[in-house]
């Protein structure tokens, strides 16, 4: 009889093409001209949210300046807004929150709170999708691949590789 070993998850080292395909993917699902904004979580979201622009040519782009994460697998207690649009930028307007994995969900989950407190409407779209890491209910409404593996994006600082 075997045993079963729970470590670590399998790291997936992603290159610059892999992202333009799943940027592609969100794409496909993705009816852009029925959004008033990209609204980008930072730090991951940037690339993908900057992609979704130049591909569709929506320029209204909002920033949600977010820290949950503090290191590899280390959070705070919950995420902490240090940038976040005004209410009149967001009333009223359908909004995509662009992020780059819906891990645990809470990140995303606040700042989609956030726009609807502000009167906004908002959907989600992320590159990777953890469901079974998921904490929060639901999931995004848009999601190119669905994983389990910690991901390295190219942009990743070496320390994380």
């Known amino acids: 009889m075997g045993v079963e070993v729970i470590g670590q998850p399998e790291k997936k080292y992603l290159t610059w093409q892999d992202i333009e395909q799943l940027v592609?993917?969100?794409?496909?699902?993705?009816?852009?001209?029925?959004?008033?904004?990209?609204?980008?979580?930072?730090r991951g979201g940037m690339v993908p949210a900057c992609l979704i622009s130049e591909k569709t040519g929506m320029r209204n782009i909002l920033v949600a300046?977010?820290?949950?994460?503090?290191?590899v697998g280390e959070t705070l207690d919950r995420p902490?807004?240090?940038?976040?649009?005004?209410d009149p930028y967001l009333k009223g307007k359908r909004v995509l929150v662009v992020d780059d994995v819906w891990d645990s969900g809470r990140t995303v989950t606040a700042v989609k709170h956030r726009v609807e407190e502000a009167g906004g409407?908002?959907?989600?779209?992320?590159?990777?999708?953890?469901?079974?890491?998921?904490?929060?209910?639901?999931?995004p409404d848009y999601y190119a691949e669905e994983t389990d593996d910690w991901i390295v994006y190219p942009w990743d600082p070496e320390s994380e590789r």
């Open 65 to 71: 300046a977010v820290m949950f994460y503090t290191g």
């Open 121 to 139: 409407r908002p959907a989600v779209a992320v590159m990777h999708y953890k469901p079974r890491r998921s904490v929060v209910p639901g999931k």
């Open 80 to 86: 902490t807004f240090l940038q976040f649009p005004p």
């Open 24 to 42: 592609d993917r969100l794409l496909q699902q993705i009816r852009i001209e029925e959004f008033d904004a990209l609204l980008v979580i930072t």
